[in-house]
């Protein structure tokens, strides 16, 4: 089955500063990749996806690229706020999708003021 | 307010009962899933439905059950709960399958002592 890799797992920067977490996948087949968002106690919420016919999206402050090619995908936060100071996860979902996302194991993203 | 609701938010329960975690969601979607939350492992698929009357096992559905009599309705059961299903366990939804976003509850806090 699909392996999602995600990293770093911990990732602190400073206000103002840019944000990189970036994640590998194994499956070729796959052609879905959202990335979510979750606060302490909370529920993850989609903060973006890309699909496979695509290289790069952006929305705001945020923006994921994806290289088919070498199966991997990034997420960028540019200008980095308190309020994102949160558990960012990746995830993939294979052409067909029967059976849900396979996660990464998540990172921390800690803004320091 | 249309979304997905879980039930309940937290639960301690005793080794060797059975336990019915409930997920419900109105927004008419076909595909449902169930995931367990662990510290440094994400988030992990236990079982799934793509429309109602079936379902599929994910990466970790030893020990639990569920069933989609309906659309809205995706309830998961512990026959008899042991110490490792501790977890926080999250119930989604989606249009379909494929490449549609996953709506999340708001999570059950399972403790089995």
């Known amino acids: 089955g699909e392996n999602v890799e995600q990293h770093p797992s911990t990732l602190s920067v400073q206000e103002g500063d840019s944000a990189v977490i970036k994640c590998t996948y194994s499956?070729?087949?796959?052609?879905?990749f959202p990335w979510y968002k979750q606060e302490l106690g909370k529920r993850p919420q989609l903060i973006i996806d890309?699909?496979?016919?695509?290289g790069e999206k952006k929305d705001q402050r945020i923006a994921v690229t994806l290289n088919k090619t070498a199966k991997h995908f990034s997420l960028h936060i540019t200008e980095t706020q308190p309020e994102d100071s949160a558990v960012y996860f990746c995830?993939?979902?294979?052409?067909?999708?029967?059976?849900?996302?396979?996660f990464g194991k998540g990172t921390h993203l800690i803004i320091q003021p | 307010i249309a979304g997905i609701t879980q039930a309940p938010t937290s639960q301690i329960l005793a080794a060797g009962r059975r336990m019915t975690l409930r997920c419900t969601q109105d927004?008419?979607?076909?595909?449902m899933y169930w995931y367990r939350q662990d510290l440094g492992l994400g988030l992990r698929l236990i079982h799934y439905?793509?429309?109602?009357?079936?379902?599929g096992k994910g990466e970790v559905p030893d020990g639990y059950s569920v069933s989609r009599a309906n659309t809205d309705d995706f309830p998961l059961t512990l026959a008899s709960a042991v110490p490792s299903q501790t977890s926080v366990y999250f119930c989604?939804?989606?249009?379909?399958?494929?490449?549609?976003?996953?709506?999340f509850g708001q999570g059950t806090r399972l403790t089995v002592v």
């Open positions: 995830a993939s979902r294979p052409a067909g999708g029967a059976d849900g996302l396979t």
């Open positions: 499956d070729s087949a796959s052609n879905y």
């Open positions: 890309i699909r496979s016919n695509v």
């Open positions: 927004m008419r979607h076909n595909a």
């Open positions: 439905s793509n429309t109602a009357g079936t379902t």
């Open positions: 989604a939804s989606s249009e379909s399958g494929g490449q549609t976003e996953a709506f």
